[in-house]
């Protein structure tokens, strides 16, 4: 990307500007953009040349063929050009890519006043790298086991810091000590022992979007190593893309090419091993902090990325098994049926189907008030019909055949051989199966067998769920894009005491840095293990004592001179010449100056 667009023309020290840029996106493996661009030149213009406007963020990630090279030009003023190429020094990203945007304020103590103390003494007002550090100090003596835990989420030039304490002292006011709270600018308290266990939720089909979790994979080494582990077993598609080139293709200006993108990515054989790898990855980023499930269940396809979390699968087996069921699913001749979803009660959607006798099932029970029909084209059409008659809001799902029902069964035998060449452990936590509403079985063959035929059976949701509350889980996290998923288990838990959150809540609207400093943050005040003092690690607290630094010089232009300047400084000065004066006479010039004679005249 150019750095003229960020800083402007920097003369002489252009090249270095662009030397430090190039530098730095080998160094965290990270494509940086153009900024300002909203129409590149028709010559540039994308799919005119190899070249393009770079104007998002995205992960750099690596290709077989060689290693990441940056190449600077540097055009100064009087035609001095000048040009080169950097190379990586090592294809792995070593650390995280922290900015330091957002910051985790964390308290514990034994008591709420304890907390409110801390409250009190923390300056909301101060410089942003003095509440860094003073956010840095926090975190690093934070007990998940104290029995008051309160911590926040600040964001550089974002978060209003007069409404979040604001915020916090009216809670403080409404709650009881020993009640929990959440507030809308970021703040989570929570009292007592931890509430039962910790389930993660993985989305299926439907959830993928382009740039899906793009922050945590421009910035943690997880995120990289899921998306290149994933290219790696998925190859290349017919158009020679990657699948990272499909969840962050390059940027579009217009409509139509952005649409294109995204069909692409929506094709149930890119859609499965997209959501799948993103999901994975950001699991190991929320493992780097030390959070783990105690339980885990994915909705229909989310089901194999569980299986996953909980050992039963390993990474590479993941993506197999995605890349496999996601073909099977999309091939097939004739037709392969559609869905339908329904707005409306489980009983009155089922008293309508048989009440009108239509050929239609019901293959998705996402929640007490919403359901997924299944069933050939015309048959889905006809309950449209039905249901828009009824005036029960239904809407056509755009999907490559009716899942969950007899017109996909055809591709569970050749998923259960595919299934017979990957490799199975046994699950290290339950794992809560669509089709039984109950955890997965021991023994690894039936665990093939029921993962194999899950495809072709209903999506007991409402069940699965179910069962999981009642197994002792009570911290209900969706890890993966979107947060669609954590609304449909609300509903289903409606009333219960159970906590609901998403990790990438925004869905990809807002930082996903945020995002996932808020995740943790409830995580850690619900009382969970959480190891907070590794966010923003690498960050330095300044010694301040109110003193400058010795042996320190501002360099800027009242000071600096360039050698060309101390030359010209430098040399001897020149004798004035002498004038004529008024009268008449000859005077001699300076020897310096070649002599002449000089006579007043009056001409």
């Not at 040349?49 to 998002?56: A, L």
């Not at 004038?579 to 006579?599: D, I, K, M, N, R």
């Amino acid at each position: 990307g150019s750095v003229k667009s960020q800083i402007g023309h920097t003369k002489s020290a252009a090249g270095a500007a662009g030397l430090i840029k190039a530098a730095l996106s080998l160094h965290n493996k990270v494509l940086p953009p153009t900024i300002k661009v909203e129409q590149p030149a028709d010559a540039v213009a994308p799919g005119k040349t190899p070249f393009y406007v770079n104007t998002t963020q995205r992960p750099w990630v690596s290709r077989d063929a060689h290693p990441r090279r940056a190449a600077v030009s540097a055009f100064g003023f009087g035609g001095s050009n000048f040009h080169l190429v950097l190379e990586e020094y090592q294809a792995q990203k070593a650390q995280v890519d922290w900015d330091g945007l957002a910051q985790i304020v964390a308290f514990s103590g034994d008591t709420r006043k304890a907390i409110e103390t801390q409250v009190s003494a923390f300056d909301f007002d101060a410089k942003w790298n003095t509440l860094r550090a003073a956010a840095k100090v926090s975190r690093d003596s934070f007990d998940t086991t104290a029995t008051c835990r309160l911590l926040m989420v600040i964001e550089h030039d974002v978060t209003d810091r007069a409404t979040l304490k604001e915020g916090l002292a009216s809670a403080f006011e409404k709650h009881e000590d020993t009640e929990a709270f959440v507030t809308r600018e970021g703040a989570y308290y929570d009292h007592g022992k931890v509430n039962g266990q910790l389930g993660y939720i993985f989305p299926g089909q439907g959830m993928q979007f382009t740039g899906m979790q793009r922050d945590l994979s421009c910035q943690f080494p997880e995120m990289l190593e899921a998306l290149e582990m994933a290219n790696d077993v998925v190859g290349l598609d017919e158009e020679g893309q990657r699948l990272s080139d499909r969840i962050y293709p390059r940027p579009t200006f217009d409509k139509e090419a952005a649409q294109v993108d995204t069909a692409a990515l929506t094709r149930t054989n890119v859609a499965q091993p997209a959501i799948g790898v993103v999901s994975l990855g950001a699991m190991n980023v929320l493992k780097r902090f030390g959070v783990e499930p105690e339980a885990v269940a994915g909705h229909s396809y989310g089901e194999l990325t569980a299986l996953c979390a909980a050992g039963v699968l390993t990474p590479e087996g993941l993506v197999q098994a995605s890349k496999l069921r996601g073909s099977l699913m999309a091939s097939g001749t004739g037709d392969r049926g559609t869905m339908l979803a329904v707005r409306g009660s489980l009983e009155t959607t089922q008293a309508i189907i048989d009440e009108e006798n239509l050929d239609v099932i019901i293959a998705n029970k996402n929640s007490p008030e919403q359901g997924v029909l299944s069933g050939s084209t015309e048959a889905i059409k006809a309950a449209k019909a039905v249901f828009d008659a009824k005036k029960i809001r239904s809407i056509p799902l755009p999907v490559a055949a009716a899942f969950h029902s007899s017109l996909v069964a055809d591709a569970a035998i050749p998923f259960a051989e595919g299934l017979a060449e990957i490799k199975f452990k046994s699950a290290k936590i339950p794992v809560f199966s669509n089709t039984t509403g109950k955890p997965y079985p021991k023994k690894l063959d039936k665990v093939r067998d029921l993962l194999a035929n899950q495809l072709a059976n209903s999506v007991e949701f409402v069940d699965e769920i179910t069962a999981m509350y009642e197994s002792g889980v009570r911290s209900f996290l969706e890890v993966g894009p979107g947060g669609k998923m954590i609304g449909l288990v609300k509903a289903i838990l409606k009333g219960k005491d159970a906590t609901f959150y998403a990790l990438d809540a925004s869905g990809g609207k807002k930082s996903g840095i945020a995002d996932l400093a808020k995740t943790l943050a409830q995580t850690a005040a619900l009382g969970h293990a959480v190891d907070l003092s590794i966010w923003d690690e690498h960050f330095v607290v300044p010694n301040d004592d109110g003193k400058k630094p010795r042996m320190t010089v501002s360099l800027n232009g009242a000071n600096y001179r360039s050698e060309q300047s101390l030359k010209k400084m430098n040399r001897p000065a020149t004798t004035p010449k002498v004038l004529a004066t008024a009268h008449t006479q000859t005077v001699t010039a300076p020897t310096s100056v070649a002599s002449a004679p000089v006579t007043d005249s009056a001409a």
